[in-house]
Nanobody, 125 residues
Framework: QVQLVESGGGLVQAGGSLRLSCAAS???????MGWFRQAPGKEREFVAV????????YYADAVKGRFTISRDNDKNTVYLQMNSLKPEDTAVYYC???????????????????WGQGTQVTVSS
């Protein structure tokens, strides 16, 4: 069973930065890893994905140019660096692991096999 634990969330002012981490209980090199978020009253939405080797990434338009996904397979950890945060980025952020190989296809929640419990990010205006 794969366990994913997110950390790094918190309260930040608009324009600030946060870095989320997702620690896995297994070798992350075996999985494509993604970040998703869910705001109150809204469906879970895709944020970013990174392939197994870390050589290919794909982002939602809403975060492109502001967020950066990366991974350290030696530490079995995936990161989401979030800069220039906006109030509309407020949500619970989840990391997920899946077997798919194509990053654009992995923007779909149903493609993932394992999910973390989430970490709250709140951006104040």
């Amino acid at each position: 069973q794969v366990q994913l634990v997110e950390s790094g969330g918190g309260l930040v002012q608009a324009g600030g930065s946060l870095r989320l981490s997702c620690a896995a209980s297994v070798r992350t090199s075996s999985y494509t890893m993604g970040w998703f978020r869910q705001a109150p009253g809204k469906e879970r939405e895709f944020v970013a994905v990174i392939n197994r080797s870390g050589t290919n990434t794909y982002y939602a338009d809403a975060v492109k140019g502001r967020f950066t996904i990366s991974r350290d397979n030696d530490k079995n950890t995936v990161y989401l660096q979030m800069n220039s945060l906006k109030p509309e980025d407020t949500a619970v952020y989840y990391c997920a692991a899946g077997q798919g190989l194509t990053t654009q296809v992995m923007s779909i929640t149903g493609r993932y096999d394992y999910w973390g419990q989430g970490t709250q990010v709140t951006v104040s205006s």
